[in-house]
């Protein structure tokens, strides 16, 4: 059965930050792909960030020079650190993993920031 399970969303106020973890099992996490997306009320899924299984990244524009997606291949754990945090960033945030057309996602988490 595969997990992934995110944790470490809640409240922060403008300029904040915010550490997300998503733990995975019932995978060989070493050999996937890794992701957060976000969606807000009445938005789309967007991509946030992802690391490939060589460490390579990515980010979406809105978030690039603030947030840091790394990964701990030990621990089964892939982490977006959240910095300089605006009220758009106010979304769930979802963990996903994908192999060759295979993917998987977590329940998500929230994040709220305001004032």
């Known amino acids: 059965q595969v997990q992934l399970v995110e944790s470490g969303g809640g409240l922060v106020q403008p300029g904040g930050s915010l550490r997300l973890s998503c733990a995975a099992s019932g995978i060989i996490f070493s050999i996937y792909r890794m992701g957060w997306y976000r969606q807000a009320p009445g938005k789309q899924r967007e991509l946030v960030a992802r690391?490939?299984?060589?460490?390579?990244?990515n980010y979406a524009d809105s978030v690039k020079g603030r947030f840091t997606i790394s990964r701990d291949n030990a621990k089964n754990t892939v982490y977006l650190q959240m910095n300089s945090l605006k009220p758009e960033d106010t979304a769930v945030y979802y963990c996903?993993?994908?192999?060759?057309?295979?993917?998987?996602w977590g329940q998500g988490t929230q994040v709220t920031v305001s004032s």
């Open positions: 690391i490939t299984i060589g460490r390579s990244t």
């Open positions: 996903a993993a994908d192999r060759d057309g295979t993917g998987y």
